[in-house]
């Protein structure tokens, strides 16, 4: 019903930027909030930033002040812009949206499939 689909990842060098996006398409009635997490190897999953459809943010204590979250409702896509890259911020990067699909009371959680980030050292 709902798909998410994200683009931009790369690998760039230590201290570049990146700006990902991620555009959702399918059944949308509305979307509530976004975010993006990202998944290193061997490590857990990891919220990095969110972004309700009334503005409010929050950021991972690691990229708050080099990493922006933002979105374009008519679009329906999301963006982080990623600034200062560390070779810490390797990692895939996922979109994760709260959805209200047409005849449906409530909102759904979808995924997107992924996009690697590479930062060298």
């Known amino acids: 019903q709902v798909q998410l689909v994200e683009s931009g990842g790369g690998l760039v060098q230590a201290g570049g930027s990146l700006r990902l996006s991620c555009a959702a398409s399918?059944?949308?009635?509305?979307?509530?909030?976004m975010r993006w997490y990202r998944q290193a190897p061997g490590k857990q999953r990891e919220l990095v930033a969110s972004?309700?459809?009334?503005?409010?943010?929050n950021y991972a204590d690691s990229v708050k002040g080099r990493f922006t979250i933002s979105r374009d409702n008519n679009k329906n896509t999301a963006y982080l812009q990623m600034n200062s890259l560390e070779h810490e911020d390797t990692a895939v990067y996922y979109c994760?949206?709260?959805?209200?699909?047409?005849?449906?009371?409530?909102?759904?959680?979808?995924w997107g499939q992924g996009t690697q980030v590479t930062v060298s050292s």
């Open positions: 399918g059944s949308i009635f509305s979307i509530n909030a």
């Open positions: 994760n949206a709260d959805v209200l699909v047409f005849y449906r009371n409530s909102p759904s959680q979808y």
């Open positions: 972004l309700t459809s009334g503005g409010s943010t």
